[in-house]
């Protein structure tokens, strides 16, 4: 922990994660206005603010990398909109800003990363080349990530396996925000899920998925900005359905999607990214968490396949077959499709003016 590293208090950017309920109150709209930034200045913006509050430019750089992705893929919710909550965990002194995250080989096909109390972003990019390098020999492999602070989207790290030609698959926990089916109180949370089909040549086909009925980012992005979500979303502090956004995260609880099969799924992630990976589950991730506002220390599994491999030669041939007839039927569209049309763009990113201002402040 460096000398810049320091006591959080509770303040407005914070609020923005801190998982403790609060007494709901009306939204209130906020400034809507926006500034536009070259994907440099955000990129630049990101690492001058993680390392005025403790960081090193090696993680700097790393989380620059995953949350600059997601504003230039037009993802809001899991771009500069977390920033805040990375600088809450640093400067409480709960995460490693200078973490060397270092692997344990157990088999030729499965590896273990210890985070070193660090951010997950350099975890992860350390521990994918490996990862690769042993699913291209063995045909399947794993990288179980621990002791690490995971609080963005997972497609990074299922794309960059897409890329070398591998199917990828993570999932990760945080801290209770959902509720299981058939009740209203939380036990998990929102358990996303990632999955990485190559396609040479072509985008990946890629879905990056909460098994909630929606993330809490994404809700916390509406009860800011007074956006009503679907009615299945949440329920409010007294158990009834809500649209309003502000009243789930006030108190509220976030559904699962789908009812007794998302469930399903977030109990099947529980068991795989803590269970397997020997972390934290979300209810002990919950209580051993400061709720300083940053994200909680937990794991995630990483898996990888190789179709060359498993499948044979005419693998991608095969495959593409399939999804560019299921792509050819009228109407669907296939998932990531818009992130990628939106990240090929050169054009500057809109960024919410008062959330820079804060962002500003917060590196001064």
């Known amino acids: 922990v460096t000398s810049m590293q320091r006591s959080t208090t509770r303040s407005d950017w914070s609020k923005i994660c801190d998982l403790t309920p609060r007494p709901h109150t009306p939204p209130v709209l906020a400034d809507m206005s926006t500034t536009t930034l070259s994907l440099d200045e955000i990129h630049s913006l990101i690492c001058d603010c993680l390392v005025a509050n403790g960081c090193d430019d ?29 600088v809450a965990s640093l ?4 995460v490693n800003g200078c973490a060397r995250p270092t692997c344990d080989p157990l088999t030729l096909a499965a590896l273990r990363m210890n985070g070193d109390d660090g951010f997950a972003p350099l975890a992860i990019e350390t521990g994918i080349p490996m990862l690769a390098e042993a699913a291209h ?5 794993v990288l179980l990530i621990r002791n690490s602070f995971h609080f963005a989207a997972l497609w990074p790290e299922v794309e960059a396996l897409a890329e070398q030609n591998l199917v990828g698959l993570a999932c990760t926990v945080h801290t209770p925000m959902v509720a299981p089916f ?3 109180s939380a036990f998990f949370s929102t358990n996303p899920l990632a999955f990485a089909y190559p396609r040479p040549g072509q985008h990946p086909y890629v879905f990056d998925m909460a098994t909630a009925a929606m993330s809490q980012g994404d809700i916390r992005v509406a009860a800011r900005d ?5 009615a299945d979303v949440g ?5 009834n359905a809500t649209s309003d956004a502000a009243a789930i995260d006030d108190g509220g609880v976030i559904l699962p999607f789908g009812g007794f099969k998302g469930s399903a799924i ?7 990214a803590a269970g397997v990976v020997g972390d934290a589950f979300s209810y002990e991730a919950g209580e051993r968490d400061n709720r300083d506002g940053g994200p909680a220390k937990g794991g995630e599994l990483i898996m990888a396949l190789s179709p060359r491999l498993l499948a044979g030669s005419d ?5 593409d077959g399939f999804l560019s007839r299921l792509e050819g039927m009228d109407g669907v569209r296939l998932p990531s499709a818009r992130r990628f049309s939106r990240r090929s763009s050169p054009d500057g990113r809109e960024v919410n003016t008062a959330l820079l201002a804060e962002i500003r402040q917060l590196t001064t």
Do not use: C, Q
């Open 266 to 272: 977030a109990t099947m992630i529980e068991l795989l």
């Open 91 to 94: 400067r409480s002194g709960k």
């Open 226 to 230: 007074g956006v009503p979500v679907a």
């Open 137 to 141: 020999v063995t045909g399947l492999a």
């Open 58 to 86: 090696e993680n700097a750089a790393a989380v620059a990398r995953t949350i600059g992705g997601a504003e230039r893929d037009g993802a809001a919710a899991h771009g500069l909109f977390r920033l805040p909550g990375y």
């Open 315 to 319: 693998w991608s041939e095969h495959s």
């Open 235 to 239: 329920v409010d502090a007294d158990g």
């Open 182 to 184: 058939g009740a209203r």
